[in-house]
């Protein structure tokens, strides 16, 4: 079983975007698929409302946002949405039931701000955990002409943590999160997307 999960203590940053997507690549590759919301918004739960019965089925997976609840049994990737504001004891208690977490980050200086303290805070349980857990940043909302684009990189250059892919901004996500069809729903994937993803889902894929 994969477990991953997508954190980031700042609201906005695209968890609930990169979290319906994963589950649906990967539930579209024939895997049995839950998909858990500790937010108290429960976006990703009422995703899973709006999705059309005709898709690749994703589950809802049912997790007490204080305590570990393990997927069901037939589970074969589950896929784990986090709050705003996840740190200090419950994030090590579901960093420890983890595989991969995923951090998007937009190349916004406040979000990057808010974000120091998190890396360090991760890169200090990723020690303690002895590289038990693969972390990597997935760059969300990104133009790479723009300067701040540039000044994310250099950012995430501070930190002993991979940045795995760079996702650009397209109404299409916005499309996704409202109607319950993601990109890897539809037909043919846009070239420029499938650059973008591969690295992303390629790190996931890969065992230890």
Request: include cysteine; glycine fraction near 6%.
């Amino acid at each position: 079983m994969r477990r991953i999960m997508v954190a980031n203590p700042k609201g906005g940053s695209g968890k609930s975007t990169l979290a319906i997507h994963l589950a649906s690549w990967f539930a579209r590759n024939d895997e049995l698929v839950y998909l858990a919301d500790l937010d108290r918004q429960q976006s990703t739960r009422n995703w899973l409302k709006e999705r059309p019965g005709h898709l690749a089925p994703i589950r809802h997976w049912d997790v007490d946002s204080d305590e570990f609840d393990k997927p069901p049994a037939n589970c074969t990737v589950a896929v784990l949405d986090t709050p705003a504001g996840l740190h200090g004891k419950r994030l090590k208690l579901f960093l420890n039931e983890m595989d991969k977490v995923l951090v998007p980050v937009s190349p916004s200086r406040f979000d990057m701000l808010a974000c120091r303290e998190f890396f360090e805070e991760l890169s200090e349980m990723k020690a303690v955990r002895k590289d038990r857990v693969d972390i990597g940043v997935v760059g969300m909302r990104v133009d790479p002409r723009t300067i701040a684009s540039r000044q994310l990189v250099d950012f995430l250059q501070q930190f002993d943590l991979p940045l795995i892919a760079c996702i650009r901004q397209a109404q299409r996500y916005v499309h996704a999160v409202e109607t319950g069809v993601t990109l890897f729903d539809g037909g043919t994937v846009d070239p420029v997307d499938q650059i973008q993803w591969k690295p992303l889902l390629d790190w996931l894929v890969r065992r230890r």
